[in-house]
């Protein structure tokens, strides 16, 4: 009978560690580069490491009814890195408007800077994500 009390008793605490242990995973996958502001870092979703890319800034303007963005993107090491990248385009409740992006592909030179642009498929969107994955070249 104490057994059965005893493991009744520690099922939360082993529920807590469990949610821990995730919560602790899911912070560690959306890690970003260090040179990438807060700001912009929510509005990027990445793919494994950053590999010294970061996202220096996000322009994000509202031209007739539709959202426009640019976004630079730099490379902190002194190697070349190839960047495959997409914008997936959200609506006022978070769902992806319209049929979404290909990836598309660009290389950032050693020390370099790019920019990358995109318009929204519709007026309905009205927030953004930029998924990135960063490979070395």
Request: one cysteine or more; proline letters at 4%; hydrophobic letters at 50%.
């Amino acid at each position: 009978m104490r057994t059965r009390i005893a493991l009744a008793a520690a099922a939360p605490a082993i529920a807590c560690a469990a949610l821990t242990l995730t919560l602790a995973t899911a912070a560690r996958a959306q890690l970003h580069d260090p040179a990438t502001p807060l700001a912009v870092a929510s509005k990027v979703a990445l793919r494994g490491e950053a590999n010294s890319i970061a996202v220096r800034e996000m322009r994000i303007v509202r031209k007739n009814d539709i959202l426009v963005v640019q976004a630079d993107m730099a490379n902190m090491g002194r190697t070349d890195r190839t960047v495959f990248y997409r914008f997936k385009w959200l609506d006022n409740v978070g769902n992806q408007v319209g049929d979404g992006e290909s990836w598309k592909q660009m290389s950032v030179l050693g020390l370099g800077q790019q920019t990358v642009k995109s318009v929204a498929p519709t007026a309905a969107a009205v927030d953004l994500r930029l998924e990135m994955n960063v490979e070395p070249r």
